[in-house]
C-alpha cells in the first residue's frame, strides 16, 4: 500500500552523470524526510543524502558532497537525486527511504528510515 519506488539507474562512463527518481504511492513525501543509501557488493549499507521534510533541508555524505543534489518535486510526490561527476567507487545499489514520523530534521542513520524503495543499480564503468 505505501511505497516508494527508485527509478533512473544505469551504466554510466566516470565522469558521467545520471537522476534517480524516488516516487512515492500511499504516502505524501513532503511529509517525511527522505534519505538516500546505498549498497555495493560487500559492503555495509552507507547514507548518501537527505531531506528533510518542512523546511527540505538537506545533507550530504562526505564522499558525495558538491557532486550530488537531493532536490523534491512535491507536485509530482518525488524526490530527485542528481548525481554528477560519477565515479567507480559510486558503483552501487541505491535505496531511498521514508522517515519515521518523528524525524523532523535529516538523517543518515539507517534506522531512522522505515518505508525503504526495492532499489536502482548505478554502475559506473569505463
Known amino acids: 500500500q505505501v511505497q516508494v519506488v527508485e527509478s533512473g539507474g544505469g551504466l554510466v562512463q566516470p565522469g558521467g552523470s545520471l537522476r534517480l527518481s524516488c516516487a512515492a504511492s500511499g504516502v505524501t513525501l513532503d511529509d517525511y524526510a527522505i534519505g538516500w543509501f546505498r549498497q555495493a557488493p560487500g559492503k555495509q549499507r552507507e547514507g548518501v543524502s537527505c531531506?528533510?521534510?518542512?523546511?527540505?533541508?538537506?545533507y550530504y555524505a562526505d564522499s558525495v558532497k558538491g557532486r550530488f543534489t537531493v532536490s523534491r518535486d512535491n507536485a509530482k510526490n518525488t524526490v530527485y537525486l542528481q548525481m554528477n561527476n560519477l565515479k567507480p567507487e559510486d558503483t552501487a545499489a541505491y535505496y531511498c527511504?521514508?522517515?519515521?514520523?518523528?524525524?523532523?530534521?535529516?538523517?543518515?542513520?539507517?534506522?531512522?528510515?522505515?518505508?525503504w524503495g526495492q532499489g536502482a543499480q548505478v554502475t559506473v564503468s569505463s
Open positions: 527511504a521514508a522517515g519515521t514520523r518523528r524525524l523532523y530534521g535529516c538523517s543518515l542513520v539507517t534506522f531512522m528510515y522505515n518505508i
Open positions: 531531506i528533510s521534510r518542512g523546511d527540505g533541508t538537506t
